[in-house]
């Protein structure tokens, strides 16, 4: 096909004039040959015949039809761009081979405030300084840039993608896209701010208890979180990087924080960053930080980033595999030579601290994806410490339930004075694909909704199925009564029931037990010994 579509219609083509004297050279072509083809066969012929793939003549070309043509196609397209540059609300420019802007959009009119008939067809150095035009280094040596954070001026941060135009392999223009980052980076700021008075807080808190154990804020008696803590424990007393696999909600930034706690002094910083929480465009500031100037508000001195501030202590980085593959480059490179450069900055910043990663993904698929840097994966992935699911530990959802609702009875000061067994199996039986934090947020709802102290099964969550009492009953041979003796006495009893009922049912193998509770055979014991029941 023609590059530039062209249609002819053989009845619309003028007839080829006739030279009763001479005869007019005609060449016959098919339809669907290049356009340049074409254009190259017009220098020799001045009428080309076109054929159909059946050889019937369907019309002719000559260079008033290709230039029509060509010109109505040059008008169409035209009317895109216009139309595409209008609607857009991004910065976009373009500027010619002498750097004249040929194109500037509302959104460049209001980033930079310049109209549009102020400054087309002149140079764009007669409004900014030379040194502070991505653009101009793209017309000049063909260099591209994306995603980057660039100092449009003083008080504007933007981010930019820049390419430059070409032509028959030679460079006639550049383009240059621009997004106004400023406000994001005001915001993210305070939020980082934020987040720094909560950890000292909670830094006060912890060494104010009356535990100094690193893992108190783990709730959870299970044998599989046992052997999680013991590993962690050990990888802890490395320097080692710790790479933290889990599903969503349960609890990653807590094993980080006990590692950190573990191989740090009290007052070395531990600095987080939420990977899939950041824009990719404000993620090299937050890594790297900026120097002064880089918008208004901001500090005078510029802003240090996670890296500089996590000097002497621990990196976090929750949901690693949300990193936009060209900050992993430039983190890789942190990591092997432990020195950067600030955005903006000219002088190189030396760094030691440790990292702990974690992500909720597979990133050995993310790798063979490619959507991982393998060379990253490895540097990340020295020690890997899997946290179990909820699903995995379900004797914990006792402990964890009884411990939130604890924190919520105090929290919204309604005291619950009982549990049901219904809504006690019903939480057992849920699968809890949200883990933790699930389970935090339906005992939070649970205690919301109480009513005179008790829990009802009526303000479960529509996703959690609701076991009756009669089929609690059966199952269970239940003689616990609603509100007999304290919280956790109802609970303990009501575990006894439960581990009675599955031992009746297993026969009294008690391997086949464990493995229908889900849980290993220690901790069957270890629970039955601590319940009464007999070995």
Not at 153 to 167: A, H, Q
Not at 180 to 202: A, C, Y
Not at 375 to 403: A, F, G, M, Q, T
Not at 443 to 453: C, K, T, Y
């Amino acid at each position: 096909m023609f590059k530039q579509p062209l249609e002819i219609d053989p009845f619309m083509s003028p007839a080829v004039p006739e030279d009763e004297n001479h005869a007019i050279p005609v060449l016959s072509v098919r339809a669907g040959r290049p356009l340049e083809e074409a254009i190259a066969l017009l220098g020799d012929y001045p009428y080309l015949l076109v054929e159909d793939e059946d050889g019937h003549k369907i019309g002719h070309l000559s260079y008033e039809t290709v230039a029509l043509t060509m010109l109505e196609a040059f008008k169409r397209k035209c009317a895109y761009l216009d139309t595409i540059l209008e609607t857009i609300n991004e910065s976009c420019t373009v500027i010619d081979e002498e750097a004249r802007v040929v194109h500037w959009t509302r959104g460049a009119e209001d980033i930079f405030s310049v109209k549009d008939e102020d400054i087309l067809g002149r140079p764009i150095t007669d409004f900014f300084r030379s040194d502070q035009l991505e653009i101009l280094k793209s017309l000049q040596d063909g260099s591209s840039v994306l995603h980057q954070q660039h100092h449009a001026r003083e008080d504007l941060v933007v981010l930019i993608n820049s390419n430059p135009v070409l032509l028959d392999g030679e460079i006639v223009g550049a383009v240059v896209a621009e997004t106004d980052i400023t406000s994001q980076i005001r915001l993210n700021n305070e939020l980082h701010s934020t987040s720094e008075k909560l950890f000292r807080l909670e830094e006060q808190i912890r060494k104010t208890s009356a535990s100094a154990d690193p893992f108190s804020y783990i709730k959870g008696n299970s044998q599989e979180l046992k052997r999680t803590i013991d590993l962690t424990t050990k990888a802890a007393r490395t320097m080692a990087s710790i790479l933290i696999n889990g599903e969503s909600g349960t609890g990653k930034e807590l094993f980080a924080k006990a590692v950190h706690h573990l191989r740090e002094n009290d007052d070395a910083p531990f600095i987080a960053i939420n990977c899939g929480a950041i824009s990719g465009s404000l993620f090299e500031s937050e890594i790297f930080g900026y120097e002064k100037g880089a918008f208004s508000g901001a500090d005078a001195k510029g802003k240090k980033g996670k890296v500089e501030l996590a000097r002497g202590g621990t990196l976090f980085l929750d949901e690693i595999g949300e990193m936009p593959l060209e900050m992993q480059v430039k983190f890789l490179r942190l990591l092997q030579e432990k020195r950067f450069f600030r955005v903006g900055g000219t002088k190189e910043i030396e760094v030691d601290f440790r990292v702990v990663a974690a992500t909720n993904r597979n990133l050995k698929e993310l790798v063979d994806e490619g959507k991982f840097r393998e060379d990253l994966y490895y540097r990340l992935n020295v020690v890997n410490i899997k946290i179990p699911p909820l699903r995995d530990r379900i004797e914990d959802i006792l402990e964890l339930s009884h411990y939130f609702l604890y924190e919520f009875s105090v929290k919204y000061n309604r005291p619950i004075h009982g549990v049901s067994q219904e809504v006690m199996q019903s939480l057992l039986k849920h699968d809890w694909p949200g883990n933790i934090r699930e389970l935090r947020n339906v005992i939070e709802r649970l205690v919301i909704f109480s009513d005179n102290g008790e829990i009802k099964t009526d303000d479960l969550p529509a996703e959690i199925e609701r076991i009756t009492e009669p089929a609690v009953r059966e199952k269970t041979h239940l003689s616990v009564k609603n509100g007999s003796g304290t919280l956790a006495e109802q609970l303990q009893e009501y575990e006894r029931a439960v581990l009675v009922r599955e031992l009746e049912n297993a026969g009294g193998n008690k391997q086949l037990c464990a493995a229908n509770l889900g849980i290993t055979r220690a901790t069957l014991y270890n629970r039955m010994n601590k319940l009464g029941i007999s070995l």
